[in-house]
């Protein structure tokens, strides 16, 4: 397979691609800014073209933070840390991250972390039930659920 480099673009067929694009899934103001720098659109084109995506609705950050926190949480099984992490790092202002994590929070069960952590320690190898347990406390941190919760967790789950 052939790889071509990227033409140059203007911003009419910018725009048009973006919106087909943004038709069929969300995306945030970072990620269409992003795609444009690497289609070689000057600044004031990018910052033109983003600027209509907004207003004609294709592109909405607390759309895009509420979807993302929502799938996060419930499919992938992310705490509130690591959807938080991962949203501020697409430059998606707080007050929206916050709003959209409290609107993941009512969507996703309460025993997502007992339910990960125990499928975690069916599938683990360990030496002892002190291994077992650091195993598990690495993997729910990691996940990005509160260290006091898998702490507290994890030793449930350890002492069985």
């Not at 725009?15 to 600044?43: I, P």
């Not at 099984?77 to 007050?95: E, N, Y």
């Not at 309460?110 to 993997?139: C, E, H, I, M, N």
């Amino acid at each position: 397979m052939k790889s071509t480099p990227n033409k140059a673009i203007d911003d009419k067929e910018a725009l048009l691609r973006l919106q087909r694009l943004c038709a069929t899934q969300e995306k945030c103001l970072w990620d269409v800014r992003k795609k444009m720098r690497a289609w070689g659109l000057s600044t004031a084109e990018v910052e033109e073209v983003a600027r209509r995506l907004v207003a004609e609705k294709f592109v909405d950050d607390a759309r895009y933070a509420a979807a993302f926190a929502r799938d996060k949480a419930r499919f992938s099984r992310w705490g509130a840390h690591k959807i938080r992490a991962a949203l501020l790092a697409k430059k998606i202002s707080s007050d929206l991250v916050e709003d959209a994590l409290r609107e993941a929070d009512a969507a996703c069960p309460k025993d997502a972390l007992a339910k990960a952590l125990q499928k975690k320690a069916q599938a683990t190898r360990a030496a002892s039930p002190g291994d077992l347990f650091a195993k598990l406390v690495r993997f729910g941190v990691s996940r990005g659920y509160d260290y006091d919760e898998v702490m507290k967790t994890a030793a449930e789950i350890a002492a069985r």
